[in-house]
């Protein structure tokens, strides 16, 4: 029986705490040296549990307690579910003998992006502990870029002639039981080229004498081995598949991409994307140094910074109207603050979308004109809060017809820029994740804050 301490419906307090239950459990056991017991408990708690639980330990104990574990394939689950900073203690301090028995359990594909992500001499050393055949194969799958499908795939794939009949493919999966993934079967001709794909259930419901060929999908949807990886993530979401197959550049089946590849893919893509709106990046994450992570963040808010220099440019420039109505000034926060923030969810949309590929540049004029119309009805309600604000409690009725009318202007106008821009620095070939957020912050700012003055300047005649 295994331990999964989320089998059932509950809270992330009741998660966290059966969690922090098993740590101190682990961790008593282990001070204690009681290895069969240890043992026991380690072998029946589910792989990812058992990752988070690892995470949680003194980093000095962690080795100790991951070579308890006596299932070699149950290691291998949880060591590939490890951070790289535990992952590399593991193999720092684990005996060579019985890291190299867990890593012969890993993916080809998984042990390739370990062995890549590693320094040069711990990869090296890892190396020498494979068996011939493992590093061809590892050899072979790190000459491919690590972001493109060859870097992605797997070359522990399922492949028949298609000359075979369905008794014999069947025949065949039932002796494959340590093949990575087998929803569907593709099919070569006798050079290895991809001919055709038949899933598993074509398979058992077709007639056992009729042949592979009669059966088979001969339009397979594949990708080539220098395909990006993000195009090949956005394939097999669109077309909802559970592997890809990999062809070289002469139709070679040699590899497949399998849908928990692409889920962190597209993890990698959507942490990546958010970070850089933000005006950072990876790196900070894995850095403790504060001038590094300082100077990650510097450009983004010197950018943020230059809009905040303009804004005040223009608020020096209508220095007469806030000496004559000082009450304009109370109501620049709130003017500002919300159109940026009706910026930043029309902005996030439109990035995530160009970066999913549910936006197109074909897209452009019917998007503005969606976030039109949601920035002025957004722009509307607020505006109609904002004047009867500033009528009711200020006695005005021009301070009311000032403030409405910019907060309405501002909010459209900024749900146009949030959108217009992102798609310009796609035909511009600029990452519109890394230009957006410093350039629509600060076009909002400068244009909201000139846009509330030409306006109070028009209403109150000055």
């Known amino acids: 029986m295994q331990i999964d301490i989320k089998t059932e419906p509950q809270t992330a307090a009741s998660y966290s705490i059966k969690k922090k239950r098993l740590v101190e459990t682990i961790n008593r056991l282990y001070r204690r ?8 408990i380690l ?64 993916p080809p594909d998984d042990l390739a992006d370990l062995i890549g992500d590693l320094p040069e001499e711990q990869s090296a050393h890892l190396m020498a502990l494979l068996d011939l055949e ?26 028949l002639p298609q000359t075979l009949t369905v008794e014999e493919a ?38 056992p004498g009729a042949t592979l060929r009669a059966i088979m999908n001969p339009s397979v949807l594949k990708v080539s081995t220098d395909t990006d990886e993000t195009t090949v993530a956005m394939l097999v979401d669109k077309y909802r598949l559970l592997a890809m197959p ?14 928990d590849d692409v889920i962190d893919v597209m993890e990698e893509e959507t942490t990546r994307g958010m970070l850089k709106m933000a005006g950072t990046s990876e790196s900070e994450i894995f850095t403790q140094s504060t001038f590094k992570i300082a100077g990650i963040r510097l450009p983004w808010l010197f950018a943020a910074f230059l809009g905040g220099i303009g804004a005040t440019y223009v608020i020096g420039r209508y220095e007469e109207i ?35 590929g549910s936006i197109d540049l074909r897209d452009t004029t019917r998007l503005i004109f969606k976030e039109l119309r949601i920035g ?28 409405g009318l910019t907060i309405l202007i501002n909010m459209t106008g900024a749900a146009l820029l949030a959108v217009a821009l992102p798609m310009l620095f796609v035909r511009l070939k600029v990452d519109p994740a890394v230009a957006t957020g410093p350039f629509v912050t600060t076009a909002i700012d400068v244009l909201g804050v000139l846009n509330y003055f030409l306006i109070a300047s028009l209403i109150y005649g000055l």
């Open 376 to 403: 002025f009805l957004l722009g509307t309600f607020y505006g109609v809060i904002l004047a009867l604000f500033g009528y009711f409690f200020h006695d005005s009725l021009l301070l009311g017809q000032t403030v």
């Open 33 to 40: 040296n009681a290895r069969v017991s240890l043992g026991k």
């Open 246 to 259: 990999v062809v070289d550049d002469e139709n070679i089946l040699v590899g497949m991409v399998t849908v």
């Open 170 to 207: 069947i025949e065949n999966i039932r002796g494959r039981e340590n093949v990575e993934m087998i929803f569907y079967l593709y099919l070569t001709d006798e050079a290895g080229h991809l001919v055709g794909v038949v899933s598993l259930r074509q398979l058992l419901l077709a007639p």
């Open 322 to 356: 806030l000496a004559q109505i000082i009450i304009l000034s109370a109501f620049v926060p709130v003017i500002i603050g919300m159109a940026g923030n009706v910026g930043v969810q029309s902005a996030t949309v439109t990035v995530r979308g160009l970066a999913t």
């Open 43 to 106: 072998s029946r708690i589910h792989p990812a549990d058992l990752a988070a639980i690892l995470d949680e330990l003194p980093l000095a104990d962690v080795a100790g307690v991951f070579n308890l574990i006596p299932d070699k394939v149950l290691a291998a689950d949880v060591f590939n579910q490890l951070s790289q900073t535990l992952c590399k203690q593991v193999i720092a301090q684990s005996p060579a003998e019985t890291i190299a028995v867990v890593l012969k359990h890993l």
């Open 134 to 159: 493992s590093k061809r194969e590892i050899e072979s799958l790190l000459k491919y870029d690590p972001s493109s499908a060859g870097g992605i795939m797997t070359t522990d794939f399922f492949a």
